[in-house]
């Protein structure tokens, strides 16, 4: 009972630092750079994200890749050619490793879907 506890108010915290906003403003800016797969990965993890059907000690998870994603200050410089997004995409491909059996055919497929909207508008 406790560990669901701490879930649930660990999933409030980062919430605090997290937003569908900043999250799709900066997979629109920085999705041609990150690469299909990469930001397929990340989209996918969105999706997931906001699905109920996701265990919520994964949305912990999720929740620290996507926000280290959208965090403007993180160990590469996103702004540093070629280089600057190698850690965001490092970081979204372990935490989709580490959820990926919770994953359904729907969320993969949304993520998918949105991916590619993303970078249609480029």
Do not use: C
Not at 28 to 42: C, D, I, P, V
């Amino acid at each position: 009972m406790n560990e669901k506890i701490d879930v649930e108010k660990q999933l409030e915290k980062h919430s605090e630092h997290y937003s569908d906003e900043k999250f799709l403003k900066k997979a629109k800016n920085g999705g041609k750079g990150l690469g299909f797969k990469a930001l397929s990965a990340a989209t996918t993890l969105y999706a997931a994200l906001k699905s109920d059907q996701m265990p919520r000690s994964n949305k912990l998870i999720i929740l620290g890749a996507l926000g280290y994603f959208i965090f403007p200050f993180d160990v590469v410089a996103d702004i540093l050619p070629l280089v600057g997004l190698s850690d965001d995409a490092f970081i979204i491909i372990a935490a989709l490793t580490k959820v990926y059996s919770s994953i359904t055919d729907e969320m993969k497929e949304e993520g998918k879907q949105l991916a590619a909207n993303i970078l249609k508008k480029d």
